[in-house]
């Protein structure tokens, strides 16, 4: 093929392409690249690519030289480069070696994608779905977020329930920062796994020669808290005398440490957090009724993930780019099956055991989209759920499921541009079953 028209594929190709000799210098840019890049062809041409094409890759793991040395292709690796004007612009990079007709390597291909408008839009579905540091789009969740604000300037006590890992102390940090306190500290303390003498000491303090190893005075969490809030994780699992010293220090806003004569003032907001059934724990006897009401003033509870299964895709998003971030990955996403797998379970460790699952991936597998062998054992080896998340009614969880892929296949063709072919590479599924999911959808006319 003559270099006239080569020139000319280039120019009606909407990501930007420029290629290089072997000696990394641009033998030819096109029109999307003079457009995201800001710099004229005539500029570009003959220029080494790292003075045109600007970003921190070219300095430390250049995907050009990669290609070049290795043969192998670079797909699809997330930068941010600098454009004529110095402006940052993140793109996609794609990679690889540039041969003649004969297969001898001459130089290199650099394919790359504008990502701002995707980038944009991740930034206001963020904006939408995210409150205090909490992401959800669940109905259930956002009634939750349209008293939040009130609860937090009223000071009350606070009582947040809800199973193990369903972000209970995040709730809890948002009614602090939401509050007049929030300038003050937010101490947490774990009820559950510290033993009777130790907690009380942890709450109230001591002071010096209380007990035989007490050399000197400790301040408690009521005064390290003081003027803030103290978050009383799992407080159903308090023992009965710790319930009474808590019970007065709700009632007289007073308490005494450990081996102390005179009372000190407690200014701290209380929020408490357990996953147990307190009502069932006051009737068994093991909990006082008077104090589980002045705990829950304000009761605030928090759905297991598996009643909000809208949530599952948006965390899964989140948790990739953060880990991702975290150890310099490049990752574009799930494949479909994964995704599936994903959506099917049922989570008994809600966001929590998500989030460890979507660390998992990232760190086991070191491809740009993660598959079903990237997730835990137990994920992979376990059947489909015939128990499916439950909606509103009239809504199955198999409703949810074909509302996910259909907004990840109109992701994915987005991403490619409108072509099926590379689109179903991408999603794991044959070109002919692609077209029966977008047919069956009405997502292209």
């Not at 641009?26 to 220029?47: P, V």
């Not at 939750?144 to 329930?161: C, K, M, N, P, Y």
């Not at 407690?266 to 009737?283: F, G, K, N, P, W």
Request: hydrophobic share 35%.
């Amino acid at each position: 093929m003559d270099r006239s028209r080569i020139e000319s594929i280039l120019k009606s190709i909407a990501d930007g392409v420029f290629t290089v000799n072997q000696h990394f210098k641009i033998t030819s840019f096109n029109r999307a690249a003079t457009s995201i890049t800001g710099f004229e062809r005539e500029e570009a041409i003959g220029q080494y690519c790292r003075e045109i094409f600007r970003t921190s890759a070219c300095l430390h793991h250049c995907p050009l030289k990669e290609a070049m040395e290795t043969g192998r292709d670079i797909v699809n690796l997330e930068v941010n480069i600098l454009n004529k004007h110095n402006k940052e612009i993140p793109v996609t990079i794609s990679a690889a070696v540039w041969k003649d007709r004969k297969g001898n390597a001459i130089g290199g291909v650099e394919v790359f994608r504008d990502l701002s408008p995707i980038i944009e839009l991740r930034k206001k579905i963020q904006k939408e779905t995210t409150f205090q540091n909490i992401i959800s789009k669940s109905k259930l969740i956002l009634n939750i977020f349209e008293t939040l604000t009130d609860i937090a300037e009223s000071d009350v006590t606070v009582l947040i329930t809800g199973e193990s890992g369903t972000g209970k102390e995040l709730f809890a940090k948002a009614i602090h920062n939401l509050s007049f306190r929030k300038g003050r500290p937010f101490v947490r303390v774990n009820c559950g796994a510290l033993p009777e003498p130790l907690l009380e000491s942890e709450l109230f303090g001591y002071k010096r020669g209380a007990f035989t190893d007490a050399k000197r005075d400790k301040p408690g969490r009521f005064r390290l808290a003081d003027g803030g809030s103290l978050f009383l994780d799992e407080i159903g699992d308090i023992p009965p005398a710790t319930q009474v010293k808590l019970l007065r220090v709700l009632e007289t806003k007073e308490y005494e440490p450990l081996g102390g004569i005179s009372t000190e003032k407690a200014d701290v907001r209380i929020i408490s957090a357990t996953h147990r059934d307190l009502q069932s724990r006051v009737e068994s006897g093991d909990f006082r009724e008077d104090l589980y009401y002045r705990l829950n003033v304000i009761t605030i509870d928090i759905p297991p993930l598996r009643e909000r299964p809208e949530d599952i895709s948006l965390l899964i998003q989140h948790f990739l780019g953060h880990f991702s971030k975290m150890r310099g990955r490049s990752i574009a996403g799930l494949t479909y099956s994964a995704l599936e797998t994903l959506l099917n379970h049922d989570y008994p460790g809600n966001v929590r055991e998500l989030q460890n699952v979507v660390e998992h991936a990232v760190v086991v597998c070191k491809t740009t989209h993660l598959g079903p062998e990237c997730l835990p054992a137990y994920l992979r080896t376990k059947p489909h759920l015939k128990r499916r998340p439950r909606l509103k009614k009239g809504t199955t969880g198999r409703d949810t499921v074909h509302e996910f892929e259909q907004e990840l296949i109109l992701e994915t063709l987005r991403r490619h541009n409108g072509k099926v072919k590379e689109a179903a590479e991408e999603l794991g599924m044959h070109r002919a079953t692609l077209w029966r999911k977008i047919r069956a959808a009405k997502i292209l006319p």
